[in-house]
């Protein structure tokens, strides 16, 4: 995709989830961990906003891994674990504005729980949970997952803790289900 990097052989970072021992919990069985790429990725966001954004967020990628999860009593509960690096803190920042605006997409009826230049946490009328935050060049995301076990992962890395909850009387809300990170909206 970039033959001056390629060239230079610059490698991108090696990226790790790096889940808390225990995290998602009993119950839950890991179906697959990867990298989607810089590739993936702009094809995620060219479901929700316009190629050229896409592409030009993502230029700034260094780095991912992914892991989901599935409830093994309830099949059709999931969790997605993402986690990015990019070139750098402004490049990070660039995705969380566009990952933010397919997000709202993905979701267009939600809860806010949180709302802050670098985290983004809500919750959908039929209970999944969404949290999304940049901390320096990296981005990390969980569907599905709860506040404690996001707050677990954001302690495991070592970063602040997330922002206080927005109040209950100040969200909006309305119906939705849960999609794949990799499922364009209906």
């Known amino acids: 995709m970039h033959p001056l990097l390629y060239r230079e052989n610059k490698q991108p970072v090696a990226v790790k989830v790096d889940l808390p021992d225990g995290v998602p919990g009993e119950g839950w069985t890991k179906l697959e961990e990867n990298v989607m790429g810089e590739f993936g990725w702009k094809e995620v966001l060219k479901q929700f906003l316009d190629e050229e954004r896409a592409k030009k967020v993502m230029t700034g990628w260094d780095g991912d891994d992914y892991a989901t999860y599935?409830?093994?009593?309830?099949?059709?509960?999931?969790?997605l674990f993402t986690r990015l690096h990019f070139d750098s803190a402004e490049l990070a920042s660039g995705f969380f504005a566009a990952y933010r605006d397919a997000l709202k997409r993905k979701y267009p009826e939600r809860t806010i729980r949180v709302d802050t230049p670098d985290a983004w946490e809500f919750k959908s009328s039929s209970s999944v949970n969404v949290f999304f935050r940049c901390e320096a060049s990296d981005c990390i995301t969980l569907e599905g997952g709860d506040a404690p076990l996001w707050e677990k992962w954001i302690k495991k890395l070592n970063w602040p803790a997330t922002a206080a909850p927005i109040p209950a009387n100040t969200a909006n809300s309305g119906p939705i289900r849960m999609r794949s990170v990799f499922a364009r909206a209906s």
């Open 70 to 79: 599935e409830q093994k009593d309830n099949k059709q509960n999931l969790m």
